[in-house]
């Protein structure tokens, strides 16, 4: 699984930290660290042959970082997107990208807390989940969407497939409370909520900063922000089974 750690005061000081986790989340290696170019914020991050995908959040921007060469290259700017506020990212069984707007602009038809499908080579994307207008319909699970202010909303997601192989987003709410949202993909072929998470530690207090999220053989990780520390955590209760600090 792979995270992003940075430094917030100087964005030209960000860093990447590829860290490695076996399955018993006994071990941490940060194999690299790497600066990201100025002028962008890493706000997530994946690994897809070897190559590294960096959504960043001061633009809607998608970043491409090959270890090899070194070298960083723009593989998508959307000007479309105003105020665009790109945060996890996350990749499907069929090559596609799910990639979060935190943040948006109402008049451009994005208020924030969105998520996009994009084709596997980054280039055409399509709006597949529009939280803000979903909210009324699930209440009960996305009621606390907006809580804690304009940088409280989505900022991780994983994808995964079920015990019967039906796709899934994981989403993740920042803070204020942080929570974690399940969507299923129905039979018409749209993700549909399907219950909250709320992800407490072993001694039943609240995780209150989520920076991003992942799935690792159908079981959830996260990256408590704040504490500095990586959880996995019980998919049904939200209660943390394991966690490393880093």
Known sequence: SYFTTKTPANPANIKLIETTLNPNLEELRANESVAVPEGYEASGLLLVDGKYYIPSDKHAVI????????????????????????????????????????????????????????????????????????????????????????????????????????????????????????FEKNNSGSFVPIKKIEPKYEDGLPIRDIGDLKIVDGQIFLLARSARRIVQLDSNTGKEVKSLSF
């Open 63 to 182: 970043l491409e970082y090959n270890p090899t060469s070194k070298n960083f290259r723009e593989l998508h700017r959307d000007d479309t997107i105003k105020g665009g506020d790109f945060e996890g990212i996350a990749r499907g069984n069929k090559g596609e990208f799910y990639i979060i707007n935190e943040q948006g602009n109402k008049p451009n038809n994005d208020g924030g807390n969105t998520v996009y499908q994009f084709d596997s080579e980054l280039k055409t994307k399509q709006l597949i989940l529009d939280l803000q207008a979903l909210k009324s319909k699930y209440p009960d699970i996305l009621g606390n969407l907006e809580g804690g202010g304009n940088n409280a909303g989505l900022e991780g997601i994983a994808y995964s497939q079920g015990t019967n192989g039906q796709e899934q987003l994981f989403l993740a709410k920042e803070r204020q409370p942080a929570e974690i949202y399940l």
